[in-house]
């Protein structure tokens, strides 16, 4: 099998500066699995065996025959599955940094050390005006408040099983596509365990958007407009903090369903806006809109909010200082891990037997991926919510 010539300690530091959309199939070859552990990457035999696995998939991959009768042959050796794992579990890194979850534009991004409840505190200060003090008078006394919000993160995750005539048959494609399918499976994952957070099956989370909490635009008129959308900000500018000192919210995050997205866009993109004024009319001024807001579209609204009655959007102050919500991930385990399942079965007469042979029933190759998160949403004040309703 052919070494790769350039040094493998420069080959890993590239590796690790790389950026997600500068990783590829060819740039990732002479690196080491995601799931290895700093004694592993120091070996330089390991090293040298996990290279030439992967010079042996690149090949196969690109169609080559002598290159897939090579990983055919390469199957049967003791070493190269374990360096195939390696080699399909490196790829799914790159891939899964690559997708972008659109919660993270909105919501903050944490790690928790292990399954049980954490409790994220959010301590707030007497950020009220000075009073004056007079001569020989005592400083009046401040006071802090706290609030207390709690969630545990949980394993998602399924099965997926190559048949053993797949591999004998020369068909990669399952192969060569499972880290990508794998990646995106755990990004879509986010995505709706974020979107279930502040978005129910009728719209709004009723428990977080409503009248009390003066975060909901609710009624006709609610719809995603320039005047609606002034309103969402308006609603921020009004909250004030525990100490009743004004809460400034200088960037925002719009989210809105596929059926609103050309319509956002008409919204954010024009150059003036009408706004009504306070005699009833229009005044048309200068859209200050676009400069305040990101605009994110996200499918997985209307999957959620099946029963609502209108369009429901929503607008979220920029994840700074205290955000709306919180989305954890398990320390050591922030991306999703690919495992493959030993045999078991046993050759009549002994000697050992290579993953690659499948398990006894059915001569099935069985791998699963693993993806460990949680969430919760945190300060209404950061959300405003709207049903999306039409005017009458």
């Known amino acids: 099998m052919t070494t790769v010539t350039a040094s493998l300690t420069e080959a890993f ?10 990783a590829s199939r060819s740039r990732l070859f002479g690196g080491e699995g995601i799931r290895m552990g700093r004694t592993r990457r120091d070996d330089p035999a390991y090293r040298k065996l996990y290279s030439e696995a992967a010079e042996i998939y690149e090949s196969a991959l690109k169609g080559n025959r002598y290159g897939i009768y090579r990983l055919k042959e390469a199957m049967s050796t003791s070493d190269f599955p374990f360096m195939f794992g390696d080699i399909i579990a490196r790829q799914l890194l790159p891939a899964y940094e690559a ?4 919660w993270r534009s909105y919501f903050r991004r944490a790690t928790v050390p292990d399954f049980r409840t954490v409790k994220r505190y959010a301590v707030d200060g007497d ?10 008078a005592p400083y009046p006394a ?7 919000y709690e969630y545990a993160v949980a394993k998602y995750g399924r099965q997926e099983s190559f048949l053993w005539e797949a591999i004998v048959n020369d068909d990669l494609d399952a192969l060569k596509d499972s880290p990508e399918i794998l990646a995106q499976a755990a990004v879509n994952t986010e995505d709706w365990f974020a979107t279930s957070l502040y978005a129910d099956t009728t719209g709004p989370n009723s428990s977080f958007f409503n009248a009390t909490n003066r975060n909901l635009l609710s009624g006709p008129g609610s719809f995603l407009s320039e005047v609606s959308l002034a309103q969402a900000f308006t609603l921020f500018g009004q909250q004030v903090s525990p100490a009743g000192t004004p809460i400034r919210v200088t960037a925002a995050v719009l989210v809105v369903p596929p059926s609103l997205e050309i319509h956002a866009l008409k919204i954010l993109n024009a150059t003036e806006i009408e706004l009504p004024n306070d005699s009833g009319g229009l005044v048309r001024t200068n859209n200050w809109l676009r400069g305040r807001t990101t ?15 209108g369009d429901p959007w929503y607008l979220f102050a920029a994840p700074t200082g205290r955000p709306a919500g919180e989305i954890g991930f398990l320390r050591g385990n922030e991306q999703p891990a690919i495992f493959m399942k030993a045999p078991n079965q046993v050759r009549v007469g002994g000697g050992p037997v ?9 001569d099935g190759i069985a791998t699963k991926v693993r993806h460990v998160l949680g969430g919760t949403l945190m300060d209404y004040r950061m959300a405003v919510a709207s049903e999306g309703i039409q005017g009458s």
């Open 127 to 136: 950020t009220s005006v000075l009073q004056p003090v007079g001569q020989g």
């Open 295 to 309: 605009l994110v579209v996200n499918p997985w609204l209307p999957l959620r909010s099946t029963g609502a009655s």
């Open 99 to 102: 997708k972008t979850a659109d």
């Open 354 to 362: 290579d993953p690659m042979e499948g398990d006894f029933e059915t």
């Open 142 to 148: 401040s006071s802090r408040s706290e609030t207390q």
């Open 13 to 22: 530091s590239e590796i690790d500066r790389m950026a997600p959309e500068q």
